[in-house]
Structures are given as structure tokens and as C-alpha cells.
């Protein structure tokens, strides 16, 4: 979770703001950029939408359900391509993508025990694993490297699993087995 845009990083003592704009010091431009507005969170916004038009759709119309939530997971590796390519990291960006991944995996699954009550066992203990799971691994991550360090930084100390979990392309996942 960087603190700051790659962009804002080039220039010379950016930071940002308490009340989501990310503001610049030195530079030309005294207006602040609206992180909210930034691509990435646009497409963290359209995910949102199409997670809930998805839930509405699970009982009456799976096909629906199916395509609407499809396509709320392939954004989501779009919006950090796109963060990346236009250089608009930000921790709001980062947060939001976790909480909406958080919370459509969750609803899923939910839906999913209520749709197949025998297996509701299963469901709840993969709701308990990944909330579990992501909140260890970003605990450990802070103890270890501060507030400065995302906990998508993977080096050849950590796991091989959590190196490909967290791979950006599958060039990555292969160099790093």
C-alpha cells in the first residue's frame, strides 16, 4: 500500500492528504489531484457496482449472477494494471480493492451455504480462511516492515504459494517456482 502515486513519487516532496487528495509541494500546479477520481479506483467503483447487481441476481438468475461477477474479477486485475500504468497507487485504492475482494468473496460463499445447506460447513470455513488469512498476512507484513512496505511484496524468503498468489503476470509465477 504505497502512500503515495509512482507519479507523485517522481516529483519532488509529494504527499498526500488526509482527506483523500493527494497534494504536490514543489511543484508548478497548486490544484491537489482527487484520488478518488483516479482510473483505478473508477474501475474499483464499477467492480462494486457489478458485485451488487450480482448478489441481486444469485437466486433469481445464475447466468446473470455468473457474467456480472465474472466480469467484477477480471477488473479487478485491471485496476492494478492500470494503477500501475498510469502510476495511481495509492493505500485508498489498495484498501478498497481489498475490501470489495473481501466482501464478494464473503457474499458468495454466503450465498453458496444458504444454496447448499449441507455444505454450509465448507463455505463458512473458506469465509473464516481468506478474511483470516489476509488479515495475518498484512499483520505480519506491517510488524515486520512498517507502514512503508506493501503486503503484496513477495521475495524469495517468503513461500512459494504466496509468491504466486501475489504474481502480477504469469511470466512472475513462473520465475518465482
Known sequence: MAMKTRRQSSRVNASTGSNGTAKRWESSSSSPENVFLF????????????????????????????????ISCLLDALDGAAARRFEQSTRFGAVLDMVTDRCTTSCLLVFLASAYPRWSIVFQG???????????????????????????TMDETRPWVMRIYYSDTVGDIVAKI
Not at 42 to 61: E, F, K
Open 126 to 152: 473458506l469465509i473464516s480462511l481468506d478474511l483470516a488469512s489476509h488479515y495475518i498476512h498484512m499483520y505480519a507484513t506491517l510488524a515486520m516492515g512498517g507502514s512503508s512496505q506493501s503486503h503484496k
Open 39 to 70: 482510473v483505478p479506483n473508477l474501475i474499483g467503483y464499477a467492480r462494486i457496482i457489478l458485485a451488487i447487481s450480482s448478489l441481486y441476481y444469485m437466486p433469481i438468475h445464475p447466468r446473470t449472477c455468473s457474467l456480472l461477477y465474472g
